[in-house]
């Protein structure tokens, strides 16, 4: 099945279509067949993609038909006679492995005999009279070209807020990237597509439904709604934004980004739901706070006014909000003594909100790992900020507001590489930030040089002193960003070079996904979606240390099992005697 998904798309991103994907002549033919298929794709100014099983002589071809192009019913239709006709010629078969179905059946007086189809019609009424049962197969099938769905015109004003560049900017492009083979509501395999369809069993929680809702939306086939539709707000309001599609479905289906763009759409002049004011604004109201960080923790973390907060917040409130540090990192940075100059030359360390604002410890440490492995730290004089939370809540004016505000920061004008240690912050500086400001050079330039702590570590082959001992290997929550957008061979091979045993690498995402688990309502899936795989692995070795990059992936493990995992730059910062870095 993943074949259809992976040659959906020509190498030059033309789109390619099925409608003669699954002809059949015998093996001793094949040759010829092929030959005089290929003569007769170029007769058509076509190109094809094929796979299949040639020992048995069924090819399975997706073609660029061009409907998305005037004519292109008509195209589709003149190539699809001349294709019947070259396979009847070979002796061969218009299916050779599924069925010719509606899209097919009226070719089928090409390939059978008058007497023949005469029989198939008879049999038929005789155990259908009424006509009741899948009418239009292969008895009175429908033209061809009747029910191809591309020819509907886009009739929703699209314009989206991001360039969509690998779909020509496109956004009725991108949705209609899934094709339907249904990965993403396959249990087997992998766990990290799709997180809410394995929590829910439900079609319209999975990436799939959500794309063919997308579809008919674009197409302006959901009443006369549009981006206003409720069905497709309540469909992805389940969609963690995990972006385990993006790298796990054959035809790169990026529903987190989709997600954004119709919220974008959507809330556009209309009250948005409190949690988009609240964990959406995060990095605002936390710099807020970080002025009077004791008295906001007394607020927020009392039951009484703590449970009103998070009310009043959209905030699920058995979550419980996270202290804020009383000393922001970039707060105590502007007080240390720096190192100079250093062999392996500057890196500037991208003070997050997660690790400026609540986990500042993870950022000191990733200081001092720098510097014992011989790089300089800088970090940005101004406030910098990724837009994540803005772009998660679809308030995509706001993120790129905030995101050209950073680009402006001094320390970001030059070449070094620039450290972000929260990897969903990490994804969106590599993969969203040109997606958003595809015209800002400094954007680019940024995106290119973003770098994980283990990517910057693993380019030099650091060693750290070893570990105590006695250290137990570690249960690996990776975020679902750094499983689908940065890949995690960087960690595995700083992980073995630096003897950190990992007894599982969990593969799906922990639940809680940014702001996902933390807003009210979504505190069941949040929960069963941790039962996947996290809370199974938490159970099995309850005294396994804990590997997280991710606030979110570590905030989920801490309410699940009361246990702190670590960030791989307290892990290798542990290491280190109180002198180094
Ligand atoms: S979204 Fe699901 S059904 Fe659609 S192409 Fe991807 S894996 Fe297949
Ligand atoms: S982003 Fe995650 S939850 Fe959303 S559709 Fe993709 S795999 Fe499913």
Same mark, same amino acid.
């Given at each position: 099945e993943d074949g259809a998904g992976y040659s959906a798309r020509l190498a030059d991103g033309t789109k390619a279509w099925p409608g003669f994907e699954d002809s059949a002549v015998p093996p001793d033919r094949l040759g010829a067949y092929l030959s005089e298929l290929r003569s007769l794709l170029d007769q058509h100014n076509m190109q094809a993609i094929s796979y299949g099983h040639y020992g048995e002589g069924c090819i399975h071809l997706r073609i660029s038909f061009g409907l998305e192009q005037t004519g292109g019913a008509e195209r589709y239709e003149h190539f699809m006679s001349d294709a019947a006709d070259l396979v009847v010629r070979h002796g061969g078969s218009l299916s050779g492995e599924h069925g010719d179905g509606r899209s097919r059946g009226s070719l089928l007086e090409r390939q059978f005999s008058p007497e023949m189809r005469e029989a198939f019609a008879t049999f038929r009424s005789l155990w259908d009279p009424a006509g009741t049962l899948n009418p239009g197969i292969i008895v009175d099938p429908p033209s061809i070209t009747d029910d191809l769905r591309i020819t509907t015109p886009t009739v929703l004003q699209l314009a989206p807020a991001q360039a969509f560049s690998g779909d020509d900017g496109d956004f009725r492009s991108a949705v209609d990237r899934c094709?339907?083979?249904?990965?993403?509501?396959?249990?087997?395999? +992998?766990?990290?597509?799709?997180?809410?369809?394995?929590?829910?069993?439900?079609?319209?929680?999975?990436?799939?439904g959500r794309a063919r809702l997308l579809q008919e939306?674009?197409?302006?086939?959901?009443?006369?709604?549009?981006?206003? +539709?409720?069905?497709?707000?309540?469909?992805?309001?389940?969609?963690?934004?995990?972006?385990?599609?993006?790298?796990?479905?054959?035809?790169?289906?990026?529903?987190?980004?989709?997600?954004?763009?119709?919220?974008?759409?959507?809330?556009? *002049?209309?009250?948005?739901?409190? =949690?988009?004011? +609240?964990?959406?604004?995060?990095?605002?109201?936390?710099?807020?706070?970080? *002025?009077?960080? *004791?008295?906001?923790?007394?607020?927020?973390?009392?039951?009484?006014?703590?449970?009103?907060?998070?009310?009043?917040?959209?905030?699920?409130?058995?979550?419980?909000i996270p202290p804020i540090a009383h000393r922001t990192f970039t707060r105590d940075w502007r007080r240390r003594n720096h190192l100079g100059t250093a062999p392996h030359g500057q890196v500037v360390l991208w003070p997050d909100t997660f690790n400026n604002h609540l986990t500042p410890d993870v950022a000191h440490d990733a200081v001092r790992v720098l510097e014992a492995a011989g790089f300089e730290a800088i970090v940005p004089g101004r406030a910098v900020c990724c837009g994540l939370t803005w772009h998660t809540t679809g308030q995509l004016g706001m993120a790129k507001r905030v995101l050209k505000r950073s680009l402006g920061a001094v320390e970001l004008a030059g070449n070094e590489p620039v450290l972000v240690l929260e990897p969903s912050c990490a994804t969106m500086l590599r993969s969203d930030l040109p997606e958003l400001l595809p015209d800002d050079p400094r954007a680019i330039s940024l995106s290119r040089r973003v770098t994980t702590l283990a990517e910057l570590l693993d380019g030099i082959e650091y060693v750290a002193p070893p570990s105590p001992p006695?250290?137990?290997?570690?249960?690996?929550?990776?975020?679902?960003?750094?499983?689908?957008?940065?890949?995690?061979?960087?960690?595995?091979?700083?992980?073995?070079?630096?003897?950190?045993?990992?007894?599982?690498?969990?593969?799906?995402c922990c639940g809680l996904a940014g702001n996902f688990g933390a807003e009210a309502g979504h505190e069941e899936i949040a929960q069963r979606v941790a039962e996947l795989e996290l809370v199974p692995a938490l159970e099995a070795d309850p005294d396994a240390?804990?590997?997280?990059?991710?606030?979110?992936?570590?905030?989920?493990?801490? =309410?699940?099992?009361?246990?702190?995992?670590?960030?791989?730059?307290?892990?290798?910062?542990?290491?280190?005697?109180?002198?180094?870095?």
């Open positions: 094709i339907g083979v249904g990965r993403c509501v396959s249990t087997q395999g +992998s766990t990290l597509m799709c997180p809410s369809f394995r929590a829910t069993r439900d079609e319209q929680n999975s990436t799939r939306m674009v197409a302006g086939s959901l009443a006369n709604d549009g981006w206003g +539709s409720a069905e497709v707000r309540d469909a992805l309001d389940l969609c963690l934004a995990c972006r385990g599609c993006v790298s796990q479905c054959p035809t790169s289906v990026d529903m987190a980004s989709y997600k954004s763009e119709f919220l974008d759409h959507h809330y556009r *002049r209309r009250l948005r739901p409190p =949690s988009h004011y +609240s964990l959406g604004w995060l990095p605002l109201w936390l710099k807020l706070s970080s *002025r009077l960080p *004791r008295l906001v923790n007394l607020i927020t973390r009392s039951r009484l006014t703590g449970g009103l907060f998070a009310r009043l917040a959209g905030i699920a409130p058995s979550r419980g006695d250290t137990r290997p570690a249960i690996a929550q990776p975020h679902c960003h750094q499983q689908s957008v940065l890949g995690l061979d960087a960690d595995r091979r700083v992980c073995e070079r630096n003897g950190i045993e990992i007894s599982k690498e969990l593969e799906g240390p804990l590997l997280a990059d991710g606030f979110s992936c570590r905030t989920q493990i801490e =309410s699940l099992s009361g246990k702190r995992a670590r960030h791989l730059a307290e892990v290798l910062a542990e290491r280190l005697s109180p002198g180094d870095g």
